[in-house]
């Protein structure tokens, strides 16, 4: 089970920063990932982490703004997110996923709760 925090409202230019805590028995073998979701759309890929911390992959789109991390001691994966805009008002998941990382959301094992960002103009 996942378990998400972090999430809020903030203005224009703010940063925030996102944590999912995973299971003690499993986290640190599992890769985690960051989506995001809007209404009416699909899960869309964010970010991604190996499970040694030494693989990263970020979505073009936001590789400048965010920095994913994991601290396998706490059990927890990060996402943050720096000079945030009104487009990355969204809800936010983690995920994990046994081996090796993936975009693909539908190739995750379990998902957190999901946690809404707002960022205001």
């Known amino acids: 089970q996942l378990v998400q925090s972090g999430g809020g409202l903030v203005q224009t230019g703010e940063s925030l920063r996102l944590s999912c805590e995973g299971s003690e028995r499993t986290f640190s073998s599992y890769s985690m990932g960051w989506f995001r979701q809007t209404p009416g759309k699909e899960r869309e890929f964010v970010a991604l982490i190996g499970w040694r911390s030494t693989n990263t992959y970020y979505a073009d789109s936001v590789k400048d703004r965010l920095t994913i991390s994991r601290d396998n001691d706490k059990n927890t994966v990060y996402l943050q997110m720096n000079s945030l805009n009104h487009e990355d008002t969204v809800v936010y998941y983690c995920?994990?996923?046994?081996?090796?990382?993936?975009?693909?959301?539908?190739?995750?094992?379990?998902w957190g709760q999901g946690t809404r960002v707002t960022v205001s103009q």
């Open positions: 995920a994990e996923k046994c081996f090796r990382g993936s975009l693909d959301p539908s190739e995750y094992d379990d």
